[in-house]
C-alpha cells in the first residue's frame, strides 16, 4: 500500500505526481495506509497509519494471514509538498496500542489532524470488545511529541471498528465523520458506511458527544472513507472513494466522488457539490448523446409519482422521498443493493443529476441528500413517464 499524489488548482482538472509514500520501515513494511496533512510553518506534514503483519500468507507476501498484524501511527514532512524522503524521514509517533481497553493493536488507524486553539490535535479509529468502536484523542505541540488525552464511544451500538474519522467546525455546528465497520444488518455489500453527526466537542478534554442519530455521507451507499480539508476560500470541502465491484476495461477500479462542500443549516448537515466543479459544466446540450465522455447534468424538479430513466438508471420521486434503482446498470448479482432512497425530503424535490460513464451523483435540493451510484453500461437514453419537459444543462459562470 503506498500514497499516490495528484495536484489540482481547481479541484476540477488534476495532474498526477507520481508516488509520495512508499513502505520503508518495521512499522509500515506491508503498507502506508490512510491519514492525513497539515500545513506548518510552510511544510507539509503527513501523518498516517503503518501496518506490519506479524503472519504473512506463504503463498503471497502482501497479504495478511488469520489477521495477525499491529497498525502504528507515523508521521513524515516535505519542504515543498512533493518530496518526501521515505528512507530517512519517517518518524513514528504512536506505536502500536498494547492497551486493549484504549484500544486495539490490529485495529487502530488513520490519523486525522487539526489546529486546535492553543495545539494541534488528532483523532484515531479505535476498537474494543466491549465498547466496539471508538475514538481516540491525542495532543501536541509540535507535530512530533503527541499526549494521549480521551476517548469516545457508543458502547457497541455502532458498528465494531470506526475508520476514517474526521472533526471539523462549521458556522452553524461541529460535524463528526466517521466510517463504522458491520453498520448495515442486511446480508448485503457493503456492510461498512460512511455516516455523520453534529458533535458536542470540548478541546481541552476532548470529551465528545455523540447522538443516537446519524445521517448517511451519501445514501447510495457506494461511498466510503470521506476525508475533508478547506479550499482556499475557506470552505469544508469533503471527497470519498466509489466503491466498485468489477474493473473497467481491466485497467482501473475505484473513483472519486465529486468534492463537495459541507455545510450545516438548521441542524442538517448538507453537501452541495463545489461551485468549481458546477462551473465545469458550460455547455448545454440537448441530448446525452451530444455529451463528451466528461459527462453531462441534468437539472429538474421531479413530481410526485414520476420518475426518470437516465440511460438504464431510474431516479424515482415516492411520498416524499426520493429513490433510484440501478439494477439494470449494474453487476448481476445478489450480494449488492440495487435500490436505495433519501429520507423524507423537506426543501423540496430540485434535482442535479451528474452522469459519468461509470458514476451517477443526484444531489436534491444543492445538498439536502446525495445518492451516488456506481453504474456499467449506461445508456445514452433519457426516457421520463410524465409530461414535464426535462432540461439538460449547464451552469455558466454568470450565476
Known sequence: MHWGHAVSKDLVNWEHKGIALFPTKYE????????????????????????????????????????????????ISSEDGFRFDNFQGKQVIIPAITDKKKGDRTHTRDPKVW???????????????EEGGKLLFYRSQDLSQWTYVNQVSKDNKLGWMWECPDYFETKNGKVLVFSPMGLMKDGKLHENQAVCC???????????????TYQFLDYGLDLYAPQSTVDETGQRIITAWFRMPEAVDDKWNGMFCMPRIVEVKNGHIYFQLHPNLKKAYQKKIES??????????????????KSILVGGYRISRKQGKIYTD?????????EYRMEFETPEV???????????????????????????NVVYGLGKEIETDS?????????????
Not at 49 to 63: A, K
Not at 352 to 367: L, P, W
Open 28 to 75: 509500515d513494511q506491508n503498507g502506508c495506509f490512510s491519514g492525513s496533512a497539515v500545513e506548518k510553518d510552510g511544510k507539509m506534514h503527513l501523518f498516517y497509519t503503518g501496518v506490519h503483519y506479524m503472519e504473512t500468507d506463504p503463498e503471497n507476501i502482501h497479504l495478511c494471514s488469520n489477521e495477525q498484524f499491529e497498525a502504528s501511527q507515523l508521521t
Open 115 to 129: 489546529r486546535g486553539k492553543d495545539a494541534w490535535y488528532m483523532v484515531i479509529g479505535s476498537a474494543t470488545k
Open 198 to 212: 453534529l458533535v458536542e466537542f470540548d478541546e481541552e478534554t476532548c470529551a465528545m458527544k455523540i447522538p443516537d
Open 288 to 305: 446525452p448523446k451530444e455529451a463528451d465522455e466528461a459527462g453531462y447534468c441534468i437539472h429538474l424538479d421531479l413530481e410526485e409519482g
Open 326 to 334: 440501478r439494477r439494470k446498470v449494474f453487476v448481476k448479482s445478489e
Open 346 to 372: 423537506k426543501e423540496g424535490f430540485q434535482l442535479d443529476i451528474y452522469v459519468d460513464r461509470n458514476m451517477i451523483e443526484v444531489y436534491v435540493n444543492d445538498g439536502e441528500y446525495v445518492i451516488s
Open 387 to 399: 409530461e414535464t419537459e426535462y432540461s439538460l444543462f449547464t451552469i455558466d459562470e454568470s450565476e
